[in-house]
């Protein structure tokens, strides 16, 4: 049988991430943005959320995995279903990829992680570089993609109103 709504623990999962990858998206910009004394907070912030924010990504992405999920509606024009299913993977990949790139740019680095991990890579100045400049373009991508789900679920909820936006919520079924 096909649900109608993700798992208890899929939609937990989704609105326990939310605020969580918006903070550290807008952290991780204030971070770069600024020299203030506010850096070096944010910077601190910024490795465990990014960690516990992975660990919460794989989980999500095995349930994902393990489970059924909801059909799109019918009503809904191919190029808007494809489009759905490729931001759902590219919003996975993300969550994925920014923190082990991160976690890889400050083993190449040499600086501290957070809970003592190993470094994946050994310290190499070129290769720092290069995982910096990837973290930061993955990292606008993956704002960009957030603020178009964001608005992909503000139209389904308030526009188009075709229950696609119930199957995630954690309200009651309607």
């Not at 393990?66 to 509606?73: D, E, N, Q, W």
Request: with cysteine; glycine share 8%.
């Amino acid at each position: 049988m096909t649900p109608q709504r993700f798992s208890l623990a899929s939609r937990l999962l989704h609105w326990t991430m939310a605020p969580l990858l918006l903070a550290m998206l807008l952290i991780g910009t204030g971070m770069v943005a600024t020299v203030s004394p506010w850096r070096l907070s944010l910077l601190n912030l910024h490795k465990p959320l990014g960690l516990a924010l992975l660990v919460l990504a794989v989980l999500r992405l095995l349930l994902r995995l393990a489970g059924k999920t909801p059909p799109l509606p019918s009503t809904l024009p191919l190029p808007m279903r494809l489009a759905a299913h490729a931001s759902h993977w590219l919003l996975y990949g993300c969550m994925l990829a920014m923190p082990l790139i991160g976690w890889a740019m400050l083993s190449a680095g040499g600086f501290p992680l957070p809970l003592h991990l190993p470094p994946l890579l050994a310290p190499d100045v070129v290769r720092y570089a290069q995982l910096r400049s990837l973290h930061t373009v993955l990292g606008e991508l993956f704002f960009l993609t957030v603020l178009a789900h964001i608005m992909a679920g503000l139209l389904h909820a308030l526009l188009l109103r075709d229950g696609v936006f119930g199957a995630i919520s954690l309200g009651r079924k309607n």
